[in-house]
């Protein structure tokens, strides 16, 4: 018998506090198998579906064996996209609200400067991609000497040809008595071999292992000629009428081509690759989780890893090179228990890659005929009404599990010689307010921030604004926006 509760894996309440603020009402099978383990610091192996739930089932043993009071980073997570990094740390900061767990992320093109700040408070999680790991070990502005756990998220990327250096020094960068954590939907023997010359008899940990792809995912094909895969892909649109929907193109030319075609149609849509800025990644990203648009035209850069709540549909305009690519670009629909298509359109040109892609999963992807034009036309305008339409944006958990915490702001920081105990002192001494109200503390040279949590923000505010701290006149006031 597993245990089907979080409070059965004996974990703290602030950690099961978040969890039930998430909405993870039991874990899931992979966080099953996987949290005992790495609560007793075993390395592991782990093979478990797209949107699974494999980011928790590392995140909550870390969060929970984290030490607050500790000043170097604990853990370190590497990932293969800044967009992922962002994610994780996201991911981690939640599970960790309540318990002050503090998660960082560093990756390539973010100013080196407020990476450093943020390394040198006191960070317990640090995520990041391997480039920029790398550069902050090789600069001494990066402390791995306390990490005990490293994760490798999406792990057969990250020992494969473009990522096998950069990760191989980052292991050696960190002490040897830790325990090493793979996980992925795709891992091929070769990888699963390589990495056991970095870990102590890991644990192999396959969950469902005679499917690599959901059967909550209904995917379908279609063979056309490529000169005729816009106007597919337009009826595809207008009859499937997805809330929301990746589109998959092998090139960054390829999406921005295709970005501006769908656009110039009137079919509302963004882009997202690696040549764009660092600034639109994020904020394209970011809107597409919140559901301001519906269509994202991307590369694999939106492949791995990459969680968007009640995304219902996958079209591989270009069918990918790589067959583990088709089985993560497809995973980025029916997560968490849901359900979703996928479609791929296969040229001529293409039928190699697909022949791979099919000997790989291991059967064979249902054709489909294409809708006829005039049934699609006849969709076409209710599909644009409801491309429009954006009138219910999608919570983002983050700002579920932040409504409760207000962030202040204090004109003071290290320069007065402000301490952490000088703030909770000045805070604890108001009636009504303890220290369990109190969140994240970050003390900077001439500010600081605190987190006041339990909805006491008002209170603490209102008590703060007549009084002094270390005898001194603060200005206090909520802090304009989030510093996380
Ligand atoms: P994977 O890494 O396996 O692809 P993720 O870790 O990104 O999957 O999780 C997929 C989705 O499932 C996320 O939206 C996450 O919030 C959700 N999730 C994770 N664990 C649980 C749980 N125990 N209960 C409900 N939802 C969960
Ligand atoms: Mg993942």
Redesign the pocket.
């Known amino acids: 018998m597993v245990d089907k509760n979080f409070k059965d894996y004996m974990l703290s309440n602030e950690i099961v506090k978040s ?1 039930t603020l ?7 099978e ?2 099953r198998e996987v949290m005992p383990l790495a609560l007793e610091r075993k390395d592991v192996v782990v093979k ?10 590392f995140g909550i043993p870390i969060c929970e064996t984290v030490e607050i009071e500790q000043r170097e980073p604990q853990a370190l997570i590497l990932t293969p996209t800044r967009e992922l990094a962002v ?1 994780v740390k996201e ?1 981690i900061n939640n599970i960790g609200r309540f318990k002050r767990v503090r998660c960082t992320a560093v990756f390539g093109k973010q100013p080196m400067t407020v990476q450093i700040r943020e390394l040198k408070q006191r960070v317990h999680v640090v995520v990041g991609t391997p480039g920029r790991v790398l550069d902050h070990i090789k600069r001494g502005t990066i402390d791995l000497q306390k990490v005990e756990y490293l994760v490798i ?1 999406e792990a057969d990327k990250m020992l494969n040809m473009g990522f096998i250096e950069e990760v191989g020094s980052i292991i050696d960068a960190v002490p040897r008595n830790r325990s090493t954590m793979l ?1 992925s ?1 795709t891992l091929p023997e070769e990888i699963e071999k390589l990495c056991s010359k970095y870990m102590k008899s890991p644990v192999r940990v396959e969950i469902t292992p005679e499917a690599l792809v959901s059967s909550r995912v209904e995917q379908e094909l279609y063979e056309v000629e490529r000169s005729e895969k816009f106007d597919l892909l337009k009826s595809v649109l207008y009859v499937e009428k997805p809330d929301s929907c990746i589109i998959f193109c092998s090139t960054k030319d390829n999406v921005d081509e295709l970005n501006e075609r769908l656009k110039d149609e009137g079919i509302y849509c963004n882009a997202l690759h690696g040549g764009m800025e660092q600034a639109d990644r994020l904020s394209m990203m970011k809107g597409f989780k919140r559901g301001e648009f519906k269509i994202l035209v991307a590369t694999d850069v939106a492949a791995r ?1 990459i ?1 968007v ?1 009640d995304l219902d549909l996958i079209i591989n305009y270009d069918v990918p090179v790589e067959n583990e690519s088709y089985v993560h670009r497809i ?1 980025r629909t029916a ?3 849901k359900s979703g298509k996928a479609v791929t359109f296969a040229s001529p040109g293409e039928r190699r890659y697909l022949a791979g892609i099919e000997d790989y999963i291991g059967y064979t992807i249902p054709r489909v005929e294409p809708p006829s034009r005039e049934e699609a036309q006849k969709e076409k305008k209710e599909f644009i009404t409801r491309l429009k339409d954006i009138s219910s944006l999608k919570s983002d ?1 983050t700002e579920v599990l932040s409504k409760d915490v207000t962030k202040i702001y204090i004109n003071a920081g290290k320069k007065k010689k402000m301490r952490p105990g000088d703030i909770v002192g000045a805070i604890t001494a108001i009636e009504g307010v303890t220290a369990e109200d109190i969140g994240i503390i970050d003390i900077l040279d001439y500010v600081s921030y605190v987190d006041i949590l339990n909805g006491k923000g008002r209170l603490v505010l209102d008590t703060l604004r007549n009084t002094t701290i270390k005898g001194k006149e603060v200005k206090v006031e909520k802090a304009e926006k989030p510093q996380r």
């Open positions: 969890l998430l909405g993870y009402k039991e874990p899931t992979v966080q478990s579906q797209t949107g699974s739930g494999k980011t928790a089932a994610q991911n998220d996980f939907a890893g969680d709540e995973g997560r968490a228990g958990k």
